[in-house]
């Protein structure tokens, strides 16, 4: 990954380098290391200060009306001569000024990218990733913070998305969305900008054109996530009419329709198509615990194979083009929004917590167990009450915000930080420009789905001739998406997935057996002993209603 650690006073002499760096910065009382593959890293002299070295980490887009590109030297000069400017940044990124007493640090208006500062009395550490926290020792769980974790991302398979700015360590503060971070003889200070929808409406559909184009116009070499699903065939439609050169990769398993209607597009439209299976991708045991390291806790260890996935795929492509957060233009939530129609007032607590809570089978104490509900009712509560008033925005749309603001940092934060190592994870609709635009495309424009129908018609029309996907099924595209979600519901039969992760803990059964007797899990006093040996012993026994509960002890004990 394009990582970065450092710290500000204290006795950080005794500190062991956690890793080869391929960047430093020393200055009395400060400490920077950087590294990474080199891939989404920048290193440079401050050109308004040449005390002070500036990191640059993931892959910032400057935005100039419809049209984007990526910063030169110039543009960073112009952006380090006002450091404000950054907050025009889109993309995902951290940038890292350090100087002589001081460290000042930004991240992107999502917090798609963020940074971690664990306080130690009067010394500060910094770093990019949970998996530096992790190996710097400064990774303990808080059980109010986690409770807003727990009751949302947990079974991880159902996982949904914290309701929280807040890590769920000790001692440990964060960047949120657009955040400021300043530390220097006076202490930490910090300030966030939490996401707002654009004041002013664009053309979207052109937004996303230029957005979905950048990468292939800068030189890149692309690859798409290709699916038979509907968000990825706007974004394929942009790029066909380009006629500009890209690849395709299908990733998963050769069953169902999915996989057959992606095949079949490529194809027609001479494509070059590649497939990886789970089974390449993925090395067994070891790669689940790499994955929940690095990504933790609230992560399906079944998906371990995405560790094994982006350097196959990055052999080959600079770009991973993928259609995630499309729904967002779409019915994203259904019965959620459906329901939420009718309500033409801030929804209330309960209402809004109805949508978020989960209940999973616990294996923690009583005592943990109070706790935890009290972190989720705590932390939804702050959150719920920084949100905009709903005047003017129907209540489907004050939902979407929420999302926008909370889902990227508990959701793809762990990826994209990972990721960084080997290319670019470019998701189009993830953008602060794209996102920013929905407010103003209204309820009506997402039933229609009238963003993706209409750049679909227009740039490939004959994209509408090919059915959509959900996983095993299909159904003509006249269909909405949601109408086909309602329909799977009514079938019976455990999808692809589920057969996956059945699989992976039928496969791995030794070694998760031997979980429980581990020290870290032996010694861990908010588990309940008894609990754990009952799941596990119950699974194996052949109760398969204890799959989520298996899946959620696994992830929280390797991704703690």
């Known amino acids: 990954m394009s990582w970065i650690y450092g710290y500000y006073s204290g006795s950080f002499q005794q500190e062991a380098e956690l890793r080869p760096a391929l960047y430093r910065f020393d200055a009395p009382g400060i400490k ?12 440079f002299d401050n050109p308004s200060n040449k005390d002070e070295k500036v990191f640059v980490l993931g892959d910032p887009i400057l935005q100039q009306g419809v049209c984007f590109r990526y910063p030169d030297t110039g543009d960073w000069a112009w952006l380090c001569a006002d450091e404000t400017r950054l907050s025009r940044l889109d993309g995902h990124w951290v940038v890292v000024f350090a100087g002589n007493h001081v460290i000042r640090a ?35 769980l808080d059980i109010r913070r986690f409770g807003a974790y727990w009751h949302t991302m947990f079974p991880p398979n159902l996982r949904r998305y ?23 003889d006076a202490g930490l200070s910090m300030k966030h900008q939490p996401f707002l929808p654009a004041e002013e409406k664009q053309d979207l559909p052109l937004l996303l054109e230029n957005m979905c184009l950048l990468p292939l116009l800068s030189g890149r070499k692309v690859c798409v996530g290709l699916s038979g699903g509907m968000d990825i065939r706007p974004l ?44 390449e991708a993925s090395k067994g045991w070891e790669m689940a615990k790499d994955y929940l390291f690095h990504r933790g806790f609230g ?48 929804p209330d607590f309960g209402s809004f917590a109805a949508y978020l809570f989960n209940n999973p089978s616990s294996f923690f104490t009583k005592d943990v167990n109070l706790e935890l509900h009290r972190g989720f009712v705590e932390s939804l509560k702050k959150e719920l009450a920084d949100m905009l ?137 908010w588990l309940d002993s008894r609990k754990v040996g009952r799941i596990l012993d119950s ?20 991704g703690k």
């Open 539 to 558: 699974y194996y026994g052949g109760d398969r209603g204890q799959e989520h509960a298996l899946l959620s002890f696994i992830s929280y004990a390797l």
């Open 162 to 184: 914290a309701p929280s700015r807040e890590s769920c360590y000790k001692d440990v503060q964060m960047l949120f969305q657009g955040s400021r971070m300043i530390l220097d």
């Open 299 to 346: 992560f399906n260890p079944a998906s371990n194979s995405l560790l094994g996935y982006y350097p196959i795929l990055s052999q080959e492509a600079d770009v991973f083009l993928g259609g995630y957060y499309g729904e967002l233009f779409r019915f994203r939530f259904m019965s959620a929004h459906l329901t939420s129609i009718f309500r033409l007032r801030k």
């Open 32 to 43: 920077i290391r950087a590294g990474g593959s080199g891939k989404n890293l920048l290193c």
């Open 389 to 525: 008033s709903p005047q003017g925005m129907l209540n489907p749309l004050w939902m979407n915000l929420f999302y926008a603001r909370y889902s990227p940092r508990s959701i793809n934060m762990p990826d994209l930080s990972h990721l960084d190592n080997y290319l670019c994870d470019f998701m189009p609709f993830m953008q602060k420009a794209i996102v920013g635009q929905h407010w103003h495309y209204g309820v009506v424009h997402q039933l229609n789905e009238g963003l993706h129908r209409g750049i679909i018609k227009r740039k490939a029309p004959d994209l509408q001739n090919y059915p959509l996907a959900i996983a095993e099924h299909s159904a003509s595209y006249l269909h909405r998406p949601y109408t086909l979600k309602l329909r799977l519901k009514l079938k019976k039969g455990a999808s692809y997935n589920q057969s996956r992760t059945e699989s992976f803990l039928q496969s791995n059964k030794t070694e998760i057996m031997a979980l429980r007797e581990e020290s870290t899990v032996i010694q861990d006093p």
């Open 106 to 140: 930004y991240n992107d208006s999502l917090g798609k990218r963020s940074l971690f500062i664990h306080q130690n009395q009067d010394a500060w550490f910094i770093a990019s990733d949970i998996s530096l926290l992790k190996e710097s020792g400064r990774a303990e």
């Open 236 to 279: 394929l439609a942009i790029l066909l009419s380009s006629g500009m050169p890209f690849t395709a990769v299908h990733f998963g398993t050769e069953e169902g329709e999915d996989y057959r209607i992606a095949r079949k597009i490529a194809e027609d439209h001479n494509i070059p198509f590649r497939f990886i299976s789970h089974q």
